[in-house]
């Protein structure tokens, strides 16, 4: 019993069209990755710095006053929440209260996100040596914000909020400018106020600045001259992710030639394609089929008249040949 064997062109084609699938893939796997390799940004936050020179009477001496409240610094978080400082030395070596506040918090954070420092003083009090009883500056609450988010740009806020008290005189600041305040026998302060300053990277904000010179003549303090800084707060922005200068594995190159078409199959087998058998011969292309048609009957009884008509010839022929022998 013979069998039959079907070839399958199709499948060759789909073969052909994998290998040349395989052969562009790498090129793509291949492409740059990316990874950190920008610097991590900074913050810094502080409540209070001061820069004052303390001159004592008689010029017998010059005292530095250098102090701060609450300063911070980040890469990594930090915050403080200290309400007072105090210097020695400026006043016959008596601790001087330079600062007192009911709320004084700074906070410096950074991470992948960006970089942030922010300050927040309430009913703070500022004394230089010379004055104890009289304030430098009192002010009901100011806030300092620096924020340099990764792909924004940096954003610098300082807000003055409620009164303002220079050497016992309230006084209305100028937004975002400078307010001078003189008292007679004690001395003059310049303040500026909410200075903001920032670049495509960095940002800074100051709530107040004040520059002081007063001669208050008292516990043998002849000249205070320098300046008082409140509520100051500053951000670098984080270097985002940037692209290897060179892949990480060589790309393959791409094909020089696009893989070549394979003939569809035609509606027929072909000579070389279709059915075989296995002596290696070819089967028609037409086969037999089962079954009738309407015509059946008509070639049949076509067929039995002409063997009943041949079936008479031969005996006409044989009795002729009896009758003649």
């Given at each position: 019993?013979?069998?039959?064997?079907?070839?399958?062109?199709?499948?060759?084609?789909?073969?052909?069209?994998?290998?040349?699938?395989?052969?562009?893939?790498?090129?793509?796997?291949?492409?740059?990755?990316?990874?950190?390799?920008?610097?991590?940004?900074?913050?810094?936050?502080?409540?209070?710095?001061?820069?004052?020179?303390?001159?004592?009477?008689?010029?017998?001496?010059?005292?530095?006053?250098?102090?701060?409240?609450?300063?911070?610094?980040?890469?990594?978080?930090?915050?403080?929440?200290?309400?007072?400082?105090?210097?020695?030395?400026?006043?016959?070596?008596?601790?001087?209260?330079?600062?007192?506040?009911?709320?004084?918090?700074?906070?410096?954070?950074?991470?992948?996100?960006?970089?942030?420092?922010?300050?927040?003083?309430?009913?703070?009090?500022?004394?230089?040596?010379?004055?104890?009883?009289?304030?430098?500056?009192?002010?009901?609450?100011?806030?300092?914000?620096?924020?340099?988010?990764?792909?924004?740009?940096?954003v610098a806020e300082s807000d003055v909020l409620g009164h303002v008290t220079v050497l016992g005189k309230r006084t209305t600041l100028s937004a975002g400018g400078r307010t001078r305040v003189s008292v007679p026998e004690?001395?003059?302060?310049?303040?500026?106020?909410?200075?903001?300053?920032?670049?495509?990277r960095t940002a800074a904000a100051t709530a107040l600045e004040l520059k002081v010179k007063v001669n208050p003549l008292e516990l043998g303090v002849a000249e205070v001259d320098g300046t008082v800084t409140l509520a100051?707060?500053?951000?670098?922005?984080?270097?985002?992710?940037?692209?290897?200068?060179?892949?990480?594995?060589?790309?393959?190159?791409?094909?020089?030639?696009?893989?070549?078409?394979?003939?569809?199959?035609?509606?027929?087998?072909?000579?070389?394609?279709?059915?075989?058998?296995?002596?290696?011969?070819?089967?028609?292309?037409?086969?037999?089929?089962?079954?009738?048609?309407?015509?059946?009957?008509?070639?049949?009884?076509?067929?039995?008249?002409?063997?009943?008509?041949?079936?008479?010839?031969?005996?006409?022929?044989?009795?002729?040949?009896?009758?003649?022998?």
């Amino acid at each position: 019993m013979n069998s039959n064997t079907f070839r399958m062109p199709v499948r060759r084609s789909a073969a052909a069209a994998t290998v040349a699938a395989l052969a562009v893939g790498p090129v793509l796997l291949a492409a740059p990755a990316a990874h950190a390799t920008g610097g991590e940004g900074r913050a810094t936050a502080v409540v209070l710095r001061t820069g004052l020179d303390v001159s004592l009477l008689g010029k017998t001496a010059n005292v530095p006053v250098r102090a701060s409240l609450n300063e911070v610094r980040a890469p990594e978080s930090e915050n403080e929440t200290a309400l007072s400082v105090k210097v020695r030395g400026a006043e016959n070596g008596e601790p001087v209260d330079i600062l007192r506040a009911d709320v004084a918090t700074s906070e410096a954070t950074v991470d992948e996100e960006g970089a942030e420092g922010h300050v927040n003083l309430v009913k703070a009090r500022v004394h230089v040596p010379g004055l104890p009883l009289l304030s430098l500056v009192e002010v009901e609450k100011v806030t300092s914000k620096a924020l340099c988010a990764v792909g924004e740009r940096p954003v610098a806020e300082s807000d003055v909020l409620g009164h303002v008290t220079v050497l016992g005189k309230r006084t209305t600041l100028s937004a975002g400018g400078r307010t001078r305040v003189s008292v007679p026998e004690v001395g003059e302060v310049t303040l500026d106020l909410s200075r903001t300053t920032t670049t495509s990277r960095t940002a800074a904000a100051t709530a107040l600045e004040l520059k002081v010179k007063v001669n208050p003549l008292e516990l043998g303090v002849a000249e205070v001259d320098g300046t008082v800084t409140l509520a100051e707060a500053t951000c670098e922005t984080p270097e985002g992710t940037k692209p290897t200068e060179k892949p990480t594995a060589k790309p393959t190159k791409k094909p020089t030639e696009r893989p070549s078409e394979q003939p569809r199959p035609s509606a027929e087998p072909s000579d070389d394609g279709g059915l075989t058998t296995n002596n290696g011969t070819t089967p028609t292309q037409n086969l037999a089929e089962t079954g009738g048609s309407s015509t059946t009957p008509y070639i049949a009884a076509g067929a039995l008249a002409l063997v009943v008509a041949g079936g008479g010839a031969l005996a006409l022929t044989r009795s002729r040949a009896r009758s003649r022998g």
